[in-house]
């Protein structure tokens, strides 16, 4: 189903893209209320899963919460599953993984999210 792109809609995008780590929905309806007012909370919600089912954003879940990014770059997270920390990984490492996917199971990888999942530096000590 092709959306229109609202104003309302257009806003949460930017504030997801200007915003360089990770969002859930309260903290965006946060910033979206210093611009609009009037827009609710649900209408945030609805918003963020089309631009979801757009891929123009993408969403995390992070113990048990979803988080939600507008970084088009590709990458790849971490997260520290005693505090919640989420950092992107930009490094290249991934494609050795895609180069082994293609060539073992004749396999074409057109698009690969790698999410790791341990303990941060921080919660170790």
């Excluded at 965006?28 to 945030?44: A, C, D, N």
């Excluded at 992070?62 to 988080?67: D, F, G, P």
Aim: with cysteine; proline share 2%; aromatic share 8%.
């Amino acid at each position: 189903m092709k959306h229109r792109f609202s104003h309302q809609r257009a806003l949460i995008r930017k504030i997801l893209t200007d915003y360089k780590g990770h969002l859930s929905a309260e903290e965006i309806y946060e910033r979206v209320l210093k611009h609009e007012p009037s827009m609710s909370l649900g209408t945030v919600y609805r918003n963020l899963h089309v631009l979801e089912g757009m891929g123009e954003i993408r969403k995390l879940m992070v113990k048990e919460k979803a988080l939600y990014e507008g970084e088009r770059k590709p990458h790849h997270h971490i997260i520290c599953t005693r505090c919640g920390m989420v950092k992107n990984v930009y490094k290249p490492a991934h494609l050795k993984c895609e180069k082994c996917l293609s060539w073992v199971h004749d396999f074409t990888v057109e698009e690969a999210f790698i999410t790791a999942y341990g303990v941060c530096k921080q919660c170790k000590k």
